[in-house]
């Protein structure tokens, strides 16, 4: 036994005192801030252990793991369902958007999940959580945007739940599709040798694009329709964490070609504000909801001498290989491994 005399007081018990420098040293080099970091939510390791437990029903097509959950409701008749919540201060910004936008925007990212599967959107029920004393009149523009979205693609809002709370604003959107005959596109059918086709050009959403993007919805079902994709996926949460979505669902990895990146002018004029290079924005932002479409090279090519797109930009930016992970080629051929980045949802 030893005893220490700090000032007034006396601790007569070395390990107490043991204790209180191996706190002193966790302190000095952060290590409970460290250690915290291990016990916060993590999305998709979240994700995987509900998805763990097994499913109960043969009706269930697709469960967890895709863009849309597929439920089989008959005679070839599949019932496609997703759901997307908004909340404010994290999606939108109330002082830079109105009400009618943030209600577009709630419904057009669960538009472009039934869009990457190649089908096609009939109902929606929408729930509301508005902050105490909330207008009537914010409530009806918010339906405005809804409602202005909802009939340009022929979606009946046929329900939801309306509550007030502490705050934030939020909206959630669940919305179920159809398959009319279609099979739907899943995420876990690229095999090696495909090619990785996408629509648009990417990057630098937040100038804009996020709050104001077109859902790919005629370019998704002309796809399925007319041509034997294998795997498609919207691009929310980034190109290249979108793409790795498509990776690890269908077993494979992929190789994509850094010259070939239709990087849009967002992403050049963002970089300029963030110090972090266009293709880095390309890579990594996300809410482009462009689609992300896998297809054999004989079927990718005929996408691109195809005039069923009516113009719209497609380009192939990469390969399926066989060997598990992504790399970038550069103009040169030289492959370099590069990690998925995109927005994480807690
Ligand atoms: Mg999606």
């Known amino acids: 036994m030893v005893t220490f005399a700090v000032g007034r007081l006396k601790i007569e018990d070395c390990r107490l005192f043991s204790c209180?420098?191996?706190?002193?040293?966790?302190?000095?080099?952060r290590i409970f801030e460290r250690i915290s970091v291990l016990f916060q939510m993590d999305e998709f390791p979240l994700i995987k252990w509900i998805r763990n437990r097994k499913k109960k029903s043969n009706a269930v097509v697709c469960g967890i793991g895709d863009d849309c959950a597929v439920i089989n409701t008959g005679k070839n008749t599949l019932c496609l369902i997703t759901t997307d919540m908004l909340?404010?201060?994290?999606?939108?910004?109330?002082?830079?958007?109105?009400?009618?936008?943030?209600?577009?925007?709630?419904?057009a990212?669960?538009?472009?999940d039934i869009a990457s599967m190649g089908c096609k959107p009939s109902v929606a029920v929408i729930s509301l959580c508005f902050p105490h004393g909330t207008k009537n009149s914010f409530a009806k523009r918010l339906y405005a945007g809804i409602w202005e979205i909802a009939d340009k693609y022929?979606?009946?809002?046929?329900?939801?739940?309306i509550i007030s709370g502490e705050g934030p604003f939020c909206i959630n959107v669940t919305l179920l599709g159809k398959n009319e005959g279609l099979m739907p596109v899943y995420r876990s059918g690229a095999k090696a040798g495909d090619k990785i086709l996408v629509t648009g050009r990417l990057g630098g959403s937040l100038l804009g694009k996020h709050m104001f993007f077109e859902p790919r919805l005629d370019e998704g079902i002309a796809l399925n329709k007319n041509f034997t994709v294998h795997a498609m996926i919207d691009i929310s949460d980034g190109l290249t964490a979108d793409l790795n979505h498509?990776?690890?669902?269908?077993?494979v990895g992929a190789v994509l070609f850094e010259d070939k990146i239709p990087v849009s002018d967002d992403a050049l004029k963002i970089s300029k504000k963030t110090g972090k290079t266009p293709i880095h924005h390309a890579f990594s932002d996300g809410e482009d909801?462009?689609?992300l479409a896998v297809l054999s090279k004989t079927q990718a090519e005929k996408v691109l001498t195809s005039d069923l797109f009516h113009g719209l930009e497609i380009s192939c930016i990469g390969e399926i290989v066989e060997?598990?992970?992504?790399?970038?080629?550069?103009?040169?051929?030289k492959l370099r491994r590069i990690?998925?980045?995109g927005y994480k949802h807690c």
């Open 154 to 161: 022929d979606i009946d809002i046929v329900g939801g739940d």
């Open 87 to 107: 909340v404010e201060g994290t999606h939108f910004d109330l002082n830079k958007y109105n009400a009618s936008e943030v209600g577009r925007k709630a419904i």
């Open 339 to 341: 990690r998925p980045k």
């Open 323 to 333: 060997d598990k992970g992504l790399w970038l080629r550069d103009g040169k051929g």
């Open 289 to 291: 909801y462009e689609l």
């Open 109 to 112: 990212c669960s538009i472009s």
């Open 246 to 251: 498509i990776l690890e669902e269908s077993g």
């Open 20 to 29: 209180l420098f191996v706190c002193f040293l966790l302190c000095q080099f």
